[in-house]
């Protein structure tokens, strides 16, 4: 499918311990060592909420592993990111949005990208420390 994943293992919030969750990875800068990655329920996702009580994580692409930390990506950046990643892995998007309740085909492509700059489907930077 072409589709890669990030492995983000937070510290519970409530419980302090390890937590783990694998997420779309919509692009990455090599250069920088950034990973753009989206949170489907946005700032109400469990892994997001423990990132934001303790902001430093651990991050996992492949075998290699790494202490990371997150930024939210403003919301037009993160529409175009997304916008991309829609293209790109269109099937698997459909599926992945249809299963939290978003039908794409409901949209134009003008639509899709208003609705998402106003709702932001969250779109995170995970950057390596």
Do not use: C
Request: glycine share 6%; aromatic share 10%.
């Amino acid at each position: 499918m072409g589709i890669r994943f990030i492995k983000i293992t937070t510290k519970g919030r409530r419980t302090g311990k390890p937590h783990s969750v694998l997420v779309d990875i919509l692009e990455h800068n090599e250069e920088n060592e950034v990973y753009y990655v989206q949170s489907a329920y946005g700032e109400r996702a469990d892994w997001v909420r423990n990132i934001k009580a303790n902001l430093v994580f651990e991050a996992q692409v492949g075998r290699r592993r790494f202490q990371a930390r997150m930024e939210q990506v403003p919301a037009s950046q993160a529409a175009d990111l997304l916008m991309n990643y829609f293209k790109g892995h269109s099937r698997y998007t459909k599926t992945m949005m249809r299963a939290i309740g978003i039908d794409l085909d409901e949209f134009t492509e003008d639509e899709l990208w208003a609705k998402l700059s106003e709702e932001v489907v969250l779109a995170i930077m995970v950057e390596r420390l």
